[in-house]
């Protein structure tokens, strides 16, 4: 699993993942860190580039944190 740059999103820092599957496209995750917790959502769409997945992933990750979907 890839793990591009963290980005800090208000008290949360959100990182994207990738991970090559076996069919030869990119899944996506996102973690979702405060403190010393942190939370890892897979994501459901498949993708054709790591760096479209990451994206994607970051892009999701800050959605959950400023709409406040992490509770």
Known sequence: ???????????????????????????????????MHDRVFRLIPCFDSAARAARYALTQGRHFVLTNQLA
């Open 1 to 35: 699993m890839n793990q591009p740059t963290a980005h800090a999103v208000g008290k949360y820092l959100v990182t994207p993942m990738t991970k090559l599957t076996e069919t030869g496209q990119y899944a996506a995750s996102v973690s979702i860190r405060r403190g």
